[in-house]
């Protein structure tokens, strides 16, 4: 792996970008980040509550920041059309887009609306439509595509005769195989930009083990009780033990994101043990990840199954 310098000033004036899961967490700190530089954000939120809350958050701390709410349900295809037909409506370029929303391990199987897997549909399939659908305002603004994966990946497999996990659920690896999809799109986008002239450069980044809300609202999840999650992922940040907070996990992605230095098909993340924790890095792709055949498939199967 590379260790990488972030750039000491951001300047997005006159960018547009768009952010998955920008309530809380990570989306919530990155949208504030590319606000603060000067871009105009759109925080794509299932909670529109939160949503407005967060804008507050992001004003407070730079008066005048140009962010808006835009409702998004990624476990629902209806909703995720419905975002990005108002925004080709709109006509405006977008420069930025980061995959940032997902759901981690639910103890049991659910499913999204539409009736894929929750992890697999909203992980994946959730960016994917959106991703593809906004496809003309990113070309129109050259535009770099994140899309966040996890360590996770390294050790997934695509199950082509089980993608749903109909027959067998596993909570861990339900979730490592939305990751590796994710990983598998950002590359096939990129792959089929260059190829096509689209002008869109995609690449992917994962925070490492970054203190968040998604380790209590997918493990709860199925439960009658609450996971042990949440708890023990606190005490082991408050321990400084393979685990860092939400400044420090972001910076990969708002590296991958923003910074000139940072190229398509490429995969960052933070340099630490285990990628646990760290400064942020470009890492080698992971071997689960290389097979191109297999990324070309999972677009394929994805663009029939979003029909």
Avoid: C
């Amino acid at each position: 792996m590379n260790r990488v310098t972030m750039p000491r000033e951001l300047d997005l004036t006159g960018r547009r970008a768009l952010v998955t899961g920008a309530s809380g967490g990570l989306g919530l700190a990155l949208a504030g980040r590319l606000a603060e530089a000067g871009a105009e954000v759109l925080l794509a939120v299932r909670d529109e509550a939160r949503g407005v809350a967060a804008v507050d958050r992001i004003r407070g701390a730079a008066p005048g920041a140009r962010v808006s709410v835009r409702p998004l349900d990624l476990a629902s295809a209806a909703s995720v059309n419905s975002l990005f037909r108002s925004l080709i409506t709109e006509d405006r370029p977008i420069h930025l887009l980061i995959n940032n929303a997902g759901v981690m391990a639910p103890a049991t199987r659910h499913t999204t609306v539409d009736g894929f897997e929750l992890q697999f549909g909203t992980n994946h399939m959730g960016h994917f439509a959106l991703t593809t659908g906004l496809l003309p305002l990113l070309r129109a603004g050259q535009a770099r595509v994140t899309t966040v994966t996890s360590s996770a990946a390294r050790q997934a497999r695509l199950d082509w005769t089980d993608l749903q996990s109909e027959r067998r659920y596993s909570a861990v690896g339900g979730y490592g195989r939305s990751k590796l999809a994710n990983l598998f799109f950002a590359l096939e986008l990129d792959r089929r930009s260059r190829t096509e002239g689209w002008g869109v450069v995609s690449n992917a980044a994962h925070p490492g083990t970054t203190l968040t809300g998604l380790y209590a609202a997918g493990p709860n999840l199925g439960r009658a009780g609450r996971a042990p999650h949440e708890a023990l992922m606190s005490r082991l940040h408050r321990w400084g033990i393979l685990v860092h907070g939400v400044a420090q996990g972001m910076l990969p992605i708002l590296y991958a994101a923003t910074s000139e230095q940072a190229q398509g098909g490429r995969l960052y993340g933070p340099d630490g043990f285990g990628q646990f924790t760290g400064g942020p890095a470009e890492l080698k792709i992971y071997r689960a990840a290389r097979d191109r055949d297999q990324a070309a498939r999972l677009w394929e199967h994805s663009l029939a199954l979003a029909g």
